[in-house]
C-alpha cells in the first residue's frame, strides 16, 4: 500500500507542477475572522449550475481557482459547522467569504452523506458541536459532551474513566460507529468506551442518528459519532499552553505547537488529565499525544497524515452504592452480621491506544474528487483484579467478587478509497472501496484467551439527487467478510419541501428513510473456544431494519428550526451465549435474539441571536425485548422494556460564542429505566436524574484567557447505571496563554 501510494503521489505531482497560476483567490474565515481550513469551495457556472471546479481550503483558509472567460458564475462555500454561503463572481480577483453561525438544519455536515452537505438536506438527524462550543464546555471525555446532544442517552459506571455506553433510539451501546480523525476506534463488533476518549484538540463533533450501514459498514446500526482534531493556521507559529485545578484532587495542563506556512500546515500537541474522584479507588489519569500535519501539494492535490497516542489509568471500585443506598450483606464473621457493601480497593485497569491515518486528497475539474486513506489503530486493554475481595458477597453470602485478568490486544489496519463526482449542484455520486484487516487476542489469560483475524472488503454506491423540490439519497453497500461471508445493506431517504414559506412561517419539510444495519460479532464471539465455549462456524452479523419519517419546520427565515421524526426499529440475529452441555457447563455464540423500539424526538434549534444558539429536544422510546430464549436475568425476559433505555429523556444546550468571552449551559434529564445489580440483590430499575452543567471563559488580555467549568451544578445523586454512584458536583479552573499566532 506504501509503495501505491508513493508512486500515485509522485505522478500526480509531476502532472501539477504545469498547471499554470490561478487567477481568483477565495479565502474562508469564520466569525471571528480566523482561517477555516477544509472548507469546500466550488465555482459554479451561474447559467447552468455547472460545477466548473472545486477545491478545498488549505490551512490558511485559502483556496485558488483559474476561471474560464464568459460568466457569470459563483461561488458556493461549504465549511462543516457553519451555515453555506453563495458568493457571485463579477472579475474579483481575490474574495473573502465571510461564514455565519446557524441553526442545525442551515449547518453544514459531513457524516450524513460523507461529503458536506447542509443539515436539511442531509436525510438523517445531524447533530453539531464545533471547537469553539467545545473549548467552552472544556470535556474531559467525549460523554461529558455527547451527552446534552438530543437523542443521546449516556450511562457511565460512576466516576471519571469508568465505562461510558451510549444508548440511541433503542440501540445496543455497540451499535454505535466512533470515528476519530478518519479511523474506527471501535474493537470489532462495536463495543467503546466513550469515558476514555478525549477532546482535547478537538476540531469539531458530529453525531448522526439511525442506520448507517451503507455508508460507514459495521457497528453503524443506530448512530455515528465522529472527531476532527484540529489543524494549524497561523502564519506565525502559535504556543499555547495552560493548566486547571478543581475540588476532588483533579489537575489537567496542555500545550500545543500549531502553525501554517506556505503549503504546510501543523499542529502537535499535549494533555495530561488527573483526578482522584469522590470514592475508594475513583482515581483516573490519562495523558494524550498526537500530531496533525498537512502539506497542499498543488492546487488541487493534498496530504495529510495524523497520529494519536492516548493513555489511561483508572479504579475499578465495583458496584456498591444503588440509587442512594448502600445494600446490606453478611459479614462473613462469627455472628454473620449485616454491613455495608464496599468497594473494591484494588482492582484496576488500563487502555492504552494508538491510532494513525494518511490521506490524499486529489481534486479534479468538473466536480471529481479522489481520496485515498491508508489507517491503523491499536487497542491494547488490561483490567487486572490479582485476587479478589472475600468480604464482597451477595446478600445469600455467596461471593461477587472473583480474581480476574482480562488482556486485549487488537489491531485494525486497512486501506479505503472514495470518489465523489458532482457535475451539477442538483446531482452528487459518492462510491468506494474499503479493506480491513481485524487481528486480535482477547479474553481472561486464566481461563485462555482467544485470537482471532478477519478480513472484510466492502464496496459502496450512494447516490444524491436534487429534483425540484424533491431530493432523494439512495445506496447500498456489499461486505465480504472472511469469517461470516457476504452482506448486502440498501437505504433510501427521501426529502419534500412542502412549503417554501415566507417572513415567520419560513418553509416546511417532509423526510423519510429507510434503511438496514448490521454489526459483526466480537472476536470473542466469532473464534470461541474451549474450555468453556465451543465454536460456531454459522455465526452471523446482528442485523437491523429502520426506518423514520419526520418533518422540519422553519421560522424566521431559519432563525428557528422544529424538527420532529417518529423511528421504528428490529433489530434480530442478535448474538447471545447458549448452554450446550450443562455437565460440562459448555455453550456457543448464536443467533437468537430479538427487540424492537420505536419512538419520537422532537427538537427545536434557535438562532437566538447572531452568537447565541440554543439546541434542545425530547426523546419518547418504547422498546421490548420480543425473542431471548437464554435470558440470565429477569430483565431480559420478552416482553421486559430494554435494558437502560428511558422512555422519557431530554436534552438541552445553550451556548454563547463571542470573541472576548463565551458560555454555555448543558442539561440532560433521563427518566426511570430497567437495570439490574446482576448479584441479587433485587434491584431492577435505574432512578430518573437531572445534570445541569455550566462552562465560560474570559480573555482577560489578548493572549490570556481564563476558563471555569461546573459539572453536576445541582450536587444532584444519583446513577446512571445501577450500583455506580456518579460524581457530586465537581468543578475546575484555570488560565490559557496564546505566545505567537495572529
Given at each position: 500500500m506504501r509503495v501505491f501510494v508513493g508512486v500515485f503521489l509522485g505522478v500526480i505531482f509531476s502532472l501539477s507542477l504545469a498547471a499554470a497560476a490561478a487567477d481568483l483567490k477565495v479565502k474562508v474565515v469564520d466569525p471571528q475572522a480566523a482561517a477555516v481550513a477544509g472548507a469546500q469551495?466550488?465555482?459554479?457556472?451561474?447559467?447552468?449550475?455547472?460545477?466548473?471546479?472545486?477545491?478545498?481550503?488549505?490551512?490558511?483558509?485559502?483556496?485558488?481557482?483559474?476561471?474560464?472567460?464568459?460568466?457569470p458564475y459563483q461561488l458556493?462555500?461549504?465549511?462543516?459547522?457553519?451555515a453555506a454561503e453563495t458568493v457571485e463572481v463579477s472579475g474579483q480577483a481575490e474574495i473573502t467569504v465571510n461564514l455565519r453561525l446557524a441553526t442545525a438544519s442551515e449547518?453544514?455536515?459531513?457524516?450524513?452523506t460523507r461529503t458536506p452537505v447542509l443539515g436539511e438536506a442531509a436525510g438523517a438527524d445531524v447533530e453539531t458541536l464545533s471547537g469553539a462550543q467545545l473549548t467552552t464546555m472544556q470535556p474531559v471525555a467525549a460523554n461529558d459532551a455527547i451527552r446534552f446532544l438530543p437523542g443521546a442517552v449516556l450511562n457511565t459506571a460512576g466516576q471519571r474513566g469508568g465505562l461510558a455506553s451510549l444508548f440511541v433510539r433503542g440501540g445496543e451501546s455497540n451499535y454505535n460507529k466512533v470515528i476519530v480523525d478518519g479511523v474506527t476506534v471501535n474493537e470489532p463488533g462495536g463495543t467503546f468506551d466513550f469515558g476514555t476518549l478525549s477532546l482535547a484538540q478537538g476540531d469539531r463533533m458530529e453525531f448522526v442518528r439511525g442506520a448507517q450501514s451503507t455508508l460507514y459498514g459495521s457497528d453503524a446500526m443506530t448512530s455515528v459519532v465522529q472527531v476532527w482534531t484540529r489543524a494549524g493556521s497561523t502564519l506565525t507559529p502559535e504556543l499555547r499552553f495552560g493548566a486547571d485545578g478543581g475540588n476532588l484532587g483533579t489537575a489537567s495542563g496542555h500545550v500545543s505547537l500549531a502553525g501554517a506556512r506556505g503549503r504546510f500546515d501543523y499542529n502537535f500537541f499535549g494533555d495530561q488529565f488527573n483526578t482522584n474522584g469522590a470514592g475508594i479507588n475513583d482515581a483516573y489519569s490519562d495523558s494524550l499525544e498526537g500530531a496533525n500535519v498537512g502539506v497542499k501539494l498543488s492546487d488541487s492535490i493534498a496530504l495529510r497524515a495524523r497520529v494519536r497516542h492516548a493513555n489511561s489509568h483508572t479504579g475499578l471500585p465495583g458496584e456498591w452504592n444503588f440509587n442512594g443506598y448502600d445494600p446490606l450483606v453478611p459479614s462473613n464473621g462469627p455472628t454473620e452480621a449485616l454491613v455495608p457493601l464496599q468497594p473494591d480497593p484494588s482492582e484496576w485497569s488500563q487502555l492504552n491506544n494508538l491510532l494513525g491515518s494518511v490521506d490524499l486528497t486529489v481534486n479534479r475539474a468538473s466536480g471529481w474528487q479522489h481520496r485515498?486513506?491508508?489507517?491503523?489503530?491499536?487497542?491494547?486493554y488490561n483490567e487486572l483484579n490479582a485476587n479478589g475481595d472475600a468480604a464482597r458477597v451477595d446478600p445469600f453470602g455467596d461471593p461477587i467478587d472473583f480474581a480476574s485478568h482480562e488482556v486485549d490486544r487488537i489491531n485494525r489496519g486497512g486501506f479505503e478509497y472514495q470518489g465523489d463526482y458532482s457535475e451539477r449542484t442538483w446531482?452528487?455520486?459518492?462510491?468506494?472501496?474499503?479493506?480491513?484487516?481485524?487481528?486480535?487476542?482477547?479474553?481472561?489469560v486464566n481461563f485462555g484467551q482467544t485470537h482471532g483475524q478477519r478480513l472484510n472488503n466492502d464496496v459502496y454506491l450512494q447516490q444524491q439527487l436534487t429534483l425540484g423540490r424533491l431530493s432523494v439519497i439512495a445506496g447500498g453497500r456489499f461486505v465480504h467478510d472472511s469469517a461470516f461471508g457476504d452482506t448486502g445493506l440498501p437505504r433510501v431517504a427521501l426529502g419534500l419541501q412542502l412549503l417554501r414559506g415566507g417572513e415567520g412561517f419560513s418553509g416546511t419539510r417532509l423526510r423519510f428513510s429507510y434503511a438496514t444495519g448490521f454489526k459483526e460479532p466480537r472476536l470473542e464471539e466469532t473464534f470461541a473456544g474451549p474450555p468453556f465455549t465451543q465454536a460456531n462456524p454459522g455465526l452471523k452479523p446482528e442485523r437491523s431494519r429502520s426506518f423514520e419519517a419526520g418533518f422540519l419546520q422553519d421560522f424566521y427565515r431559519g432563525k428557528f428550526a422544529l424538527n420532529a421524526t417518529y423511528f421504528n426499529n428490529l433489530f434480530h440475529d442478535q448474538i447471545n451465549y447458549v448452554t450446550v452441555d450443562p455437565v460440562n457447563f459448555i455453550g456457543e455464540y448464536v443467533n437468537v435474539n430479538k427487540a424492537f423500539a420505536q419512538g419520537a424526538e422532537i427538537g427545536l434549534q434557535a438562532k437566538l441571536r447572531p452568537r447565541l444558539l440554543l439546541n434542545t429536544a425530547y426523546t419518547y422510546t418504547s422498546s421490548q425485548y420480543l425473542d431471548n430464549p437464554a435470558a440470565f436475568d429477569a430483565v431480559f425476559n420478552p416482553g421486559q422494556p430494554l435494558l437502560r433505555r428511558p422512555k422519557h429523556s431530554a436534552t438541552l444546550l445553550l451556548s454563547y460564542l463571542g470573541s472576548r468571552w463565551g458560555a454555555n449551559m448543558g442539561g440532560s434529564f433521563v427518566g426511570r429505566r430497567a437495570d439490574s445489580d446482576f448479584d441479587n440483590f433485587g434491584v431492577d430499575h435505574a432512578a430518573g436524574y437531572v445534570r445541569a452543567d455550566l462552562g465560560g471563559w474570559y480573555?482577560?488580555?489578548?493572549?490570556?484567557?481564563?476558563?471555569?467549568n461546573v459539572e453536576n451544578a445541582l450536587d444532584r445523586r444519583y446513577n446512571e447505571v445501577v450500583g455506580y454512584p456518579a460524581l457530586p458536583v465537581n468543578f475546575r479552573a484555570g488560565v490559557r496563554f496564546r505566545v505567537g499566532g495572529e
Open positions: 469551495v466550488s465555482v459554479v457556472s451561474g447559467n447552468e449550475g455547472k460545477i466548473l471546479s472545486t477545491q478545498s481550503t488549505s490551512a490558511e483558509g485559502i483556496a485558488t481557482f483559474r476561471t474560464p472567460g464568459g460568466g458556493q462555500v461549504l465549511a462543516p459547522g457553519f449547518t453544514v455536515v459531513v457524516t450524513a485515498f486513506t491508508g489507517f491503523d489503530y491499536l487497542y491494547r446531482t452528487h455520486t459518492t462510491f468506494g472501496y474499503r479493506v480491513e484487516n481485524e487481528n486480535g487476542f482477547v479474553g481472561d480573555a482577560v488580555r489578548p493572549r490570556v484567557t481564563v476558563y471555569a
